[in-house]
């Protein structure tokens, strides 16, 4: 059995943290997790940035 690449991860706000986004980003994996209203600004427009543009790119290639 060929072993598969995790390319994109899609969770809800309940895996909106640093430690996740930074294990992902470790991984090379694109994060599209939704950032909670209680986020650090910086980060919270980072993260939704770049939530964005993974939940774009995904239903541009699945839809």
């Given at each position: 059995?060929k072993?598969?690449?995790?390319?994109?991860?899609?969770?809800?706000?309940?895996?909106d943290?640093?430690?996740?986004?930074?294990?992902?980003?470790?991984?090379?994996i694109?994060?599209?997790?939704?950032?909670?209203k209680?986020?650090?600004?910086?980060l919270?427009?980072?993260?939704?940035l770049?939530?964005?543009?993974?939940?774009k790119?995904y239903?541009?290639?699945?839809?």
């Amino acid at each position: 059995m060929k072993r598969a690449r995790i390319k994109r991860v899609l969770a809800d706000k309940a895996y909106d943290s640093y430690d996740n986004f930074e294990f992902l980003q470790a991984k090379g994996i694109n994060p599209a997790i939704p950032v909670r209203k209680g986020a650090i600004e910086i980060l919270k427009h980072l993260r939704y940035l770049v939530s964005f543009l993974v939940k774009k790119d995904y239903i541009r290639n699945v839809g």
